[in-house]
């Protein structure tokens, strides 16, 4: 049976809530000029980051001190570049602040679906939300019994649960930051809280009406604005322009990726409207069938999980595909600028205390999960932040500036060269977006902040290993 809502704080109402949401065609993803478009990410429930930012730019901000809605300036658009949920005790403040700013503001307002906000379609099928769910996860999941045998734990509802963050979804605290959120939505101290309250919002999160089910239903996997691409992951020469046919669907899928015919904004279109489809299904019937063996909603499940698709997902694919940074394949530049893109703007994997940039003539990719920040700190963000704007020219380029403050609070301020919707001439040279390669350790830095004086903070990736130092150029 279903678990029963429950009322929650000053927010009023229940845990869910009804929203009009439109399954029509979304307005046109290829925008008209804006004079700034605002691009934040990945900030998985950290509001104390999601504020620095706010403070930080003039696009997007709060509409007051209490912090419960946000405001749009005039004539700019607004993309959150997805992963909305999981490490950070605002999970639901965060994802309806964003979706009422993008009910007021459809056609300025894009929020792209990341793999943690798609992977919470699971509730419905994985919990316990149906009559005979419990006997069938035991028997298909052994995984999940193996967990509960290790840790000698009954086969609890909880206990599902937080299997499911701490071993599918690499978020072992996000029970503790609900607790905290809901305390604070309600007045209360968080032992006040009960486990039942913890568990009920993640359940009815993702049902119709629920903080879950609303940012899904109003996101979209990716879109154009004038000679700009953004995708929460990344593009890989297996992704643009194609798309995985319907053997996604099966519980068992199969990858078969087809050219989706036409232009770049074809693609795009193709991927949101299979997105909308398929959530359109979930939502009509968001639980298995009467005998475990068919459920909706796989394609998008399956479509944002790195293991199915490898780097055949904008969603899941990345500039570090062997865990160093890696200029854009000539494929992809050729495809892009044949569409006049000259600009991606991606996130979901950690680059380091600063959004990282790389460049070639062709192509401009910036980089801007910065989510592993301060390993130090207990949310592995500590005081960097760093904001990412796209400013439109009277000449009709465009140009991206990049604001923000590192760990030991050193702020940097700067703007990359503008760009058009055709390629930079071909002898263009870049201090930021190419590699040092330092004689000393043969390790490639990527510088990433001016600090004055011809000093670069630069970036060394290993995997999600970071090291920093100062380099000098000419």
């Known amino acids: 049976a279903m678990l029963s809502k429950f009322a929650w704080g000053r927010c009023g109402g229940s845990m869910r809530r009804t929203l009009s949401f439109s399954f029509g065609k979304l307005a046109a993803t290829s925008q008209p000029k804006f004079e700034a478009v605002a691009y934040i990410t990945d900030v998985e429930g950290?509001?104390?980051?999601?504020?620095?930012?706010?403070?930080?730019?003039?696009?997007?901000?709060?509409?007051?001190?209490?912090?419960?809605?946000?405001?749009?300036?005039?004539?700019?658009?607004?993309?959150?570049?997805?992963?909305?949920?999981?490490?950070?005790?605002?999970?639901?403040?965060?994802?309806?602040?964003?979706?009422?700013?993008?009910?007021?503001?459809?056609?300025?307002?894009?929020?792209?679906?990341?793999?943690?906000?798609?992977?919470?379609?699971?509730?419905?099928?994985?919990?316990?939300?149906?009559?005979?769910?419990?006997?069938?996860?035991?028997?298909?999941?052994?995984?999940?019994?193996?967990?509960?045998?290790?840790r000698q734990l009954p086969p609890t509802p909880l206990n599902r649960l937080q299997y499911l963050l701490t071993e599918t979804m690499n978020c072992s605290k996000t029970l503790d930051y609900r607790k905290q959120e809901l305390a604070i939505l309600s007045r209360r101290h968080p032992e006040d809280v009960s486990n039942e309250e913890v568990l009920q919002s993640f359940m009815d999160g993702a049902l119709p009406g629920g903080f879950y089910w609303e940012y899904l239903m109003a996101g979209q996997l990716g879109v154009i604005i004038d000679n700009t691409i953004f995708v929460h992951g990344g593009l890989s020469p297996h992704c643009v322009g194609k798309i995985p046919d319907k053997q996604l669907t099966a519980d068992h899928p199969i990858v078969n990726m087809l050219p989706c015919p036409g232009s770049a904004q074809n693609w795009i279109d193709a991927l949101n409207e299979q997105t909308r489809t398929t959530l359109k299904e979930w939502q009509r019937d968001p639980y298995w069938d009467k005998?475990?063996?068919?459920?909706?909603?796989?394609?998008?499940?399956?479509?944002?999980?790195?293991?199915?698709?490898?780097?055949?997902?904008?969603?899941?694919?990345?500039?570090?595909?062997?865990?160093?940074?890696?200029?854009?394949?000539?494929?992809?530049?050729?495809?892009?600028?044949?569409?006049?893109?000259?600009?991606?703007?991606?996130?979901?994997?950690?680059?380091?205390?600063?959004?990282?940039?790389?460049?070639?003539?062709?192509?401009?990719?910036?980089?801007?999960?910065?989510?592993?920040?301060?390993?130090?700190?207990?949310?592995?963000?500590?005081?960097?932040?760093?904001?990412?704007?796209?400013?439109?020219?009277?000449?009709?380029?465009?140009?991206?500036?990049?604001?923000?403050?590192?760990?030991?609070?050193?702020?940097?301020?700067?703007?990359?060269?503008?760009?058009?919707?055709?390629?930079?001439?071909?002898?263009?040279?870049?201090?930021?977006?190419?590699?040092?390669?330092?004689?000393?350790?043969?390790?490639?830095w990527w510088p990433t902040a001016p600090l004055g004086d011809n000093k670069y903070h630069a970036v060394h990736a290993n995997g999600l290993r970071f090291s920093f130092k100062t380099v000098h150029l000419p």
Not at 100 to 112: G, N, P, Q, S
């Open 46 to 150: 950290n509001l104390n980051y999601f504020d620095s930012l706010l403070e930080n730019n003039d696009i997007v901000k709060y509409t007051d001190s209490s912090k419960s809605a946000l405001r749009l300036r005039d004539h700019c658009a607004f993309v959150f570049g997805g992963d909305c949920f999981d490490k950070g005790p605002g999970d639901i403040r965060l994802s309806r602040l964003l979706v009422d700013l993008k009910m007021r503001h459809r056609d300025r307002v894009f929020l792209l679906l990341g793999n943690r906000d798609v992977n919470k379609m699971k509730f419905t099928t994985e919990m316990y939300h149906q009559e005979g769910a419990f006997e069938h996860l035991l028997a298909h999941d052994s995984h999940f019994g193996a967990y509960l045998k290790a």
């Open 291 to 444: 005998t475990f063996s068919r459920r909706q909603g796989n394609w998008l499940r399956h479509y944002a999980r790195r293991d199915i698709m490898q780097l055949g997902s904008p969603i899941v694919c990345d500039f570090l595909p062997r865990g160093m940074f890696t200029l854009p394949a000539p494929e992809i530049a050729a495809y892009l600028n044949a569409n006049g893109i000259t600009r991606v703007i991606s996130g979901h994997k950690p680059v380091g205390d600063a959004p990282v940039v790389l460049q070639t003539p062709e192509l401009e990719v910036v980089q801007g999960d910065t989510s592993f920040s301060d390993t130090k700190a207990a949310d592995m963000r500590g005081a960097a932040y760093g904001m990412i704007t796209i400013r439109n020219k009277p000449d009709g380029s465009s140009q991206t500036e990049i604001n923000g403050r590192l760990p030991d609070k050193t702020e940097y301020d700067f703007a990359l060269p503008a760009r058009t919707q055709k390629p930079l001439p071909s002898h263009t040279s870049f201090t930021l977006g190419r590699p040092v390669r330092d004689a000393t350790d043969a390790c490639e």
